[in-house]
């Protein structure tokens, strides 16, 4: 089973970017789907973006225009790219990865937006 590690987070000013990254322990099965997920304090985890089984990239709507996903399959990572960051983008953010057998989940990154 792969292991996921998350890098990146930080403490940022409103309108500061920062870039996420998840990187997998082993090679992942080539059906599967990738995604960001947050937790900010007292609430769920939510959806962020991620790459379906077939390819597509889904973004929530609230970081639409702000915030874009991508992946380097040679290098096993997943990354966020998050531009425009609001206090509401607080939360530890985390990275998913489902196959046909497994459903793995990392330990999580930081994310604060603060002045």
């Known amino acids: 089973q792969v292991h996921l590690v998350e890098s990146g987070g930080g403490l940022v000013q409103p309108g500061a970017s920062l870039r996420l990254s998840c990187v997998a322990s082993?090679?992942?099965?080539?059906?599967?789907?990738m995604a960001w997920y947050r937790q900010a304090p007292g609430k769920q985890r939510e959806f962020v973006a991620g790459f379906t089984s077939g390819g597509d990239i889904n973004y929530a709507n609230s970081v639409k225009g702000r915030f874009a996903t991508s992946r380097d399959n040679a290098k096993n990572t997943l990354y966020l790219q998050m531009n425009s960051l609001k206090p509401e983008d607080t939360a530890v953010y985390y990275c998913?990865?489902?196959?046909?057998?497994?459903?793995?989940w990392g330990q999580g990154t930081q994310v604060t937006v603060s002045s």
């Open positions: 082993a090679s992942i099965p080539g059906l599967n789907s």
């Open positions: 998913r990865v489902t196959t046909l057998d497994y459903n793995v």
